[in-house]
């Protein structure tokens, strides 16, 4: 896996990954940016979320359960220090789907968080403090 992190100007930077797609990476006014971009560290809180949440839906879908939505709300602490950390993250998932069982998305994020998702069990394996929960909803 590869990526280039290019500088633009100030603290903007454009990220782009292996396979080819960018995002625009910039800072607040107040620290030389221009906020035309996400922070590095929401991009973290991004990657725990979408690493998640892919493997939440992916597990459902295998079990053959009608998943409509998925909504991974993340929340990140982080300590009051220099390297200012994440010490907590919280993913909150909102399920929506057909006669979803309790049980089966319960399932998913318990082996998303213990078995699959790279991205938060390497942020756990640091020390980083991670917590899911859940709700579903029937459509």
């Given at each position: 896996?590869?990526?280039?992190v290019?500088?633009?100007?100030?603290?903007?930077?454009v990220g782009?990954?292996?396979?080819?797609?960018?995002?625009?990476?910039?800072?607040?006014p107040?620290?030389?940016?221009?906020?035309?971009?996400?922070?590095?560290?929401?991009?973290?809180?991004?990657?725990?979320?979408?690493?998640?949440?892919?493997d939440?839906?992916?597990?459902?879908?295998?079990?053959?359960?009608?998943?409509?939505?998925?909504?991974?709300?993340v929340?990140?602490?982080?300590?009051?220090?220099?390297?200012?950390?994440?010490?907590?993250?919280?993913?909150?998932?909102?399920?929506?789907?057909?006669?979803?069982?309790?049980?089966?998305?319960?399932?998913?994020?318990?082996?998303?968080?213990?078995?699959?998702?790279?991205?938060?069990?390497m942020?756990?394996?640091?020390?980083?403090?991670?917590?899911?929960?859940?709700?579903?909803?029937?459509?």
């Open positions: 896996m590869q990526a280039t290019k500088w633009v100007d100030g603290v903007m930077f782009e990954s292996g396979s080819g797609h960018a995002i625009v990476i910039d800072g607040p107040d620290h030389g940016g221009r906020n035309m971009g996400m922070r590095p560290m929401e991009l973290i809180l991004l990657g725990v979320g979408s690493c998640s949440s892919f939440v839906v992916d597990i459902l879908k295998k079990g053959r359960h009608q998943v409509t939505s998925c909504v991974a709300q929340s990140g602490e982080r300590v009051d220090a220099i390297p200012s950390v994440f010490n907590k993250i919280h993913l909150h998932f909102i399920i929506s789907g057909k006669e979803l069982k309790t049980s089966a998305v319960e399932r998913a994020v318990k082996l998303s968080a213990e078995k699959y998702c790279s991205a938060s069990i942020l756990g394996n640091a020390g980083v403090e991670i917590t899911h929960d859940f709700e579903v909803i029937e459509v």
